[in-house]
Structure formats: structure tokens, C-alpha cells
């Protein structure tokens, strides 16, 4: 019986061909994998940071500064501000730098510019109203948009032009939306509007409309119960001939009273006539 000699072990080469032929492509392992599935992405490794030096006092890179925190005035503060403020301005000119830098009053923030006056300041006549509207927050001056042009016509009426009135509000900044000033807002601005007209000392105070009727006059009257009245307004050094009538704004709205307005501008005519006469 011949003797048989055993084949030499396959090489790694070819054990490798051997599985190729045989359709085996891929290592097996112990637990089963879903090649279908997608594969979770391996987590990035982050870079090892190097150390870095400590850099000198003069190279560190600027700390920006913070703003400011905003900080809230209260009512109480600012009203006692705004009557310390408009007791020291001597002129009306340094009544409106005043008003140009007090903080006190949110509507400041909101307003485009400050409608402090328009007309004469040496006038004998003054009128007043409530608060700037859109026209007049942006030109700066008061009674400048509809309003304004009925008030003119008003005034052409019994003789005046602007050259010959002073004008200005209780309220020197235009409310957001031309919303109503607040309570508190008013207040804030009142010691302004009276050292305003203090300063310019007329013999006559006209108030436009029940808001600067009520806050100057000091009546819970309406409108309708007040105009046409003649009454003292206190300066603390001379009383001043005042009496209210309607807002021009709300002439437009309302024509049906102008005549009622027409009724009051005759009184004032008639009052500025007799100051004319003592005069001479």
C-alpha cells in the first residue's frame, strides 16, 4: 500500500483567493450587523487644546464695556425734579435747554423732537393746548398741521397772527400714537407749562380744549361748562385773565360747535380791546 504524503498547509495568499472564489467578501464577526441599516457616525474627536501662554497685561484683548442699565424714574422723583428744574430757569430760553435735557419723562424717549413754542414771546396773548401731535413732533412746533391752520383762521378772525400770540402745550413731547397723556405724565411736565407762562407774563391765558383746561385751571368742569367762562389764573406774582374754548382738533371733528368757538373769540377780542384802552 503506497504511502501518502499530506499536502502542504495553503498560504495566507491562498487561503484569501479560496474565499474569494467561494463569494466570501467580508470577515464575519460574533454578534450579527444590519448592513442596511445606517451606520451611527463615529463621534468627532475634539482637537486637544494646546496650552496656551499667559500674555502680558498690556497684549490682553479689551473687555467691552456694558450699557448702562436703564434706570426707571419714579412719578414722585421726577415731579419734584421737574418743579425743582423749572424754578431755576430764568428766561425761556433757559427753560427750554431744561427741557431739552431732563430725563424725568418717558414721552422724551418716544418723541422725535421737543415742541417747546411758537409765535412771540413778548405777546399779551397766550395760548395753550395739550400735546404735540404726528405734523408737530415733526416740525417742532406747535399747531403746525389741520389744527394749526383752523387756529390761524381763528385768529385771523379777530385781528391776530402768530407774530402777535405766544403758543405752546401743557405737554412738550408728542404721547406715542397721539394717545392721551397719562396722569402721571402730565404732572411731570405741569411745573414746566407754568413757569413758561410766568416767563412770558401775558395779560390773557387761552386754554385749548379740556385736557389744558382742567390741568392749568384747575376745574373738574368739562369743556362744555367751562369755555366762555372768564376766570383768575395764579401765577404766584399776578393773576391772569384766562378763559378756555375748544381745540381746534376737535373742531374739525365736530364743526357744529365753531360757532360756539366764534362766541369765545369775540370775547377775547372784546378783552383784548378794553386791555388796549387802559393802555392808552
Known amino acids: 500500500m503506497p504511502i501518502m504524503t499530506p499536502e502542504p498547509a495553503p498560504t495566507v495568499a491562498q487561503l484569501l483567493a479560496f474565499y474569494l472564489e467561494a463569494g466570501v467578501d467580508c470577515a464575519l464577526m460574533d454578534e450579527p450587523v444590519n448592513r442596511l441599516s445606517d451606520p451611527d457616525p463615529a463621534p468627532a474627536r475634539e482637537p486637544a487644546e494646546a496650552p496656551q501662554r499667559a500674555l502680558p497685561a498690556s497684549m490682553q484683548p479689551a473687555t467691552p464695556p456694558r450699557p448702562p442699565a436703564k434706570i ?22 433757559a427753560l427750554r435747554t431744561l427741557l431739552e435735557t431732563f430725563e424725568g419723562c418717558a414721552l422724551k424717549n418716544t418723541a422725535t423732537r421737543l415742541v417747546f413754542s411758537d409765535g412771540n414771546p413778548a405777546a399779551k396773548i397766550m395760548f395753550v393746548g395739550e400735546a404735540p401731535g404726528r405734523d408737530e413732533d415733526i416740525e417742532g412746533l406747535p399747531f403746525v398741521g389741520r389744527s394749526g ?102 373742531l374739525l371733528r365736530s364743526p357744529g360747535y365753531k360757532r360756539m368757538a366764534w362766541v369765545d373769540m369775540r370775547s377775547i377780542a372784546k378783552a383784548m380791546a378794553a386791555l388796549a384802552e387802559r393802555a392808552v
Open 72 to 93: 426707571e424714574v419714579l412719578p414722585e422723583v421726577a415731579i419734584a425734579a421737574a418743579r425743582e428744574a423749572a424754578r431755576t430757569a430764568p428766561t425761556l430760553e
Open 149 to 250: 391752520k383752523l387756529l390761524d383762521l381763528m385768529m385771523k378772525a379777530i385781528g391776530l397772527d402768530r407774530s402777535q400770540v405766544y403758543i405752546a402745550n401743557v405737554i412738550p413731547w408728542r404721547p406715542p400714537g397721539n394717545r392721551t397723556p397719562t396722569p402721571q405724565e402730565t404732572q411731570i411736565c405741569l411745573p414746566f407749562i407754568q413757569r413758561q407762562i410766568e416767563l412770558v407774563n401775558p395779560d390773557i391765558l387761552v386754554t385749548l380744549g379740556n385736557p389744558s383746561t382742567q390741568t392749568l385751571l384747575q376745574t373738574k368742569d368739562g369743556i362744555m361748562k367751562s369755555r366762555g367762562r372768564w376766570v383768575d389764573y395764579d401765577t404766584g406774582t399776578r393773576n391772569i385773565r384766562a378763559i378756555a374754548s375748544f381745540h381746534p382738533a376737535y
